[in-house]
């Protein structure tokens, strides 16, 4: 089971944070600095949960 299943695809910063192990400021920073996409719906933040796994491919580290 992957661990975003139980996600829905619609995802809000305290969710994002939560997958990411990051604080709430530092999810919505991630989303004002461009490197996550996201919609703004009024004051809410949401972001894809296909544009959160492609955000967490891109910066996984390659181990040796």
Do not use: T
């Amino acid at each position: 089971m992957n661990k975003l299943d139980h996600y829905p695809d619609l995802m809000d910063i305290k969710q994002v944070a939560e997958v990411l192990s990051i604080s709430k400021p530092f999810a919505r920073q991630l989303c004002l600095r461009n490197q996550i996409k996201y919609i703004r719906i009024g004051w809410l933040y949401k972001v894809e949960k296909s544009d959160l796994i492609d955000f967490i491919n891109k910066n996984k580290s390659q181990g040796v």
